[in-house]
């Protein structure tokens, strides 16, 4: 018992301490916690699972596990050396019937809820068209008359240059406006992608032919990573998405400067033509022969 309260105790210990010390938008090393929200429906998945799941499959493993250890105690060859005869217990096999069919739908209420939430988009500020290729992103924004924009992993270099996370951090990330729902339509372009950020609780196939279609809203500007989380080939692991939130003013300016028609070319100058040179002048006349001496 001592044994169990002093792991208890340094579970909710390190379980605090991870969550005091939770990044925002990125993995916390050490952390036992899912990541922080920044959009409402990881808001409604955390909810969905600290205070439904957890306690549901908390009270069912400590009864499983004291079932298990009572029967051992109780009904062992030592202890009960000539066994019972009866097979079945009609009361018993109702209970362990019906209970867990009301375990199942408490938590399909809850469930559908949440599916409904992702489902029920509200009407979309923007819409962003996510492509997943092997091994990369391109984000096209149909709306602001964006073309699709490569958004590539960085190198281990890169990355420890820029201080950023290495095989998460891009060259180019996706930006949208800080307090905006943002459609996000994904497909893939050759084999089964999907496009995966934890701190919005997105999670949508990327399939080739098909166009699937989430969305999120944004809380706080900060940079959001995330990743393929799709088995899609050898570089699998070096395809991430990064998701840069800014404010409407500086979104705004971005999409100028990204639609700015570019600066016209200056005219060439003309060639001034060389000064004509000046005419020689005319030759002097000779001069007369001197007189013969006398």
Known sequence: MLTGASALAATVMFAGQALAEDLM???????????????????????????????????????????????????????????AKFSHNTTIEIIWTVVPVIILMVIAIFSFRLLFAYNDMPKPYMTVK??????????????????????????????????VPYLLAADKPLVVPVNQVVRVQVT???????????????????IPGRLNETWFKAEKVGTYYGQCS???????????????????????????????PPAPAAAPVAATPAATPAAAPASAPAAAPAAPAV
């Open 25 to 83: 938008g990125q993995p916390t090393p050490g952390a036992i916690d899912l990541q922080p929200a920044a959009s409402v429906l990881k808001h409604d998945a955390i909810w969905f699972h600290n205070v439904i799941l957890m306690p549901i499959i908390t009270i069912i493993t400590l009864f499983v596990a004291g079932l298990i250890a009572w029967i051992v105690i109780r009904y062992n060859a030592k202890s009960n050396p000539i066994p």
């Open 130 to 163: 996510a492509t997943g290729y092997q091994w990369y992103w391109g984000y096209e924004y149909p709306d602001q008359k964006i073309s699709e924009i490569t958004s590539l992993p960085l190198t281990k270099e890169q990355a420890e240059a820029k201080k």
């Open 188 to 206: 893939g372009a050759d084999v089964i992608h999907a496009f995966a950020l934890p701190a919005f609780g997105l999670k949508t196939d990327a």
């Open 230 to 260: 799709e088995l899609c080939g050898v570089d699998h692991s070096n395809m991430p998405i990064e998701i840069k939130v800014v404010s409407q003013a500086e979104f705004d300016a971005w999409v100028k400067s990204k639609t700015a």
